[in-house]
């Protein structure tokens, strides 16, 4: 079964998504590229926003992000209840986002890690599935406050 997958970054990912998107077609996946288009100064909150959009409209199963430092588009992904964007430095945190937090999108600094890391992050992160019980629970809470 092919996964959906939504792409987006500010002008500190571009480079980044542009690999990345090669990945997930070797994958198998399918992608939704939701920006930017090039290297130019752009916003990450729009394209933070258009992911959340992505995910709430079944656009795509999961997503990734990518801003310079992967702090910014994190923190603007999260504002929306659709998303639990994680932003991953390793092999070890991509597992640990699916496995305990059921993150949906992957977020990566485009100016803070390695393309061979980023590659291997990804495949983890989508070879990983929710382990739920204890955490799911605590993954209910976080819908649960997000909706206040």
Do not use: W
């Amino acid at each position: 079964m092919s996964q959906t997958i939504a792409v987006a970054a500010d002008h500190g990912g571009f480079e980044l998504k542009t690999i990345l998107k090669e990945e997930l077609v070797a994958r198998g996946c399918s992608v939704v590229d939701l920006g930017t288009d090039g290297p130019g100064s752009v916003d990450y909150p729009d394209f933070a926003a258009a992911m959340a959009m992505a995910i709430r409209d079944k656009t795509a199963e999961m997503g990734i992000l990518i801003c310079g430092t992967g702090i910014g588009i994190s923190i603007a992904a999260n504002r929306f209840p659709e998303v639990r964007a994680a932003l991953v430095h390793d092999a070890f945190t991509a597992r640990m986002a699916r496995l305990h937090n059921d993150a949906n999108v992957l977020v990566f600094g485009g100016r803070t890690i390695g393309i061979e890391v980023a590659k291997d992050c990804l495949g983890v992160f989508l070879d990983t599935e929710f382990e739920g019980g204890r955490h799911a629970r605590r993954v209910a809470k976080l819908n649960q406050h997000s909706s206040r």
